[in-house]
């Protein structure tokens, strides 16, 4: 069973029952458009940051 979240700024959140083990696993995505190698080594940074963001206000940190 998943349960899938869209947010309001787009990321999407997927929450999955871990088999047999008593533990929750989220699983995160970004998306933003880019045109060439160059756009995406500079927003690949900013995508990995809200992920973290996100971890950090639903209390995800490891």
Known sequence: MS??????M??????DRS?????????F???CPFNNRLEY?????DLIDSID???VQLGLTA
Do not use: D, N
């Not at 787009?10 to 929450?15: E, G, L, M, T």
């Not at 080594?41 to 940074?45: E, H, P």
């Open 19 to 27: 088999g047999t083990e008593p533990k929750i696993k989220f699983y």
């Open 53 to 55: 963001r996100m971890c």
């Open 41 to 45: 080594t500079a927003l690949r940074s």
């Open 3 to 8: 349960l899938y979240l869209q947010l309001k």
């Open 29 to 31: 995505s970004v998306h």
């Open 10 to 15: 787009a990321p999407k959140s997927q929450r």
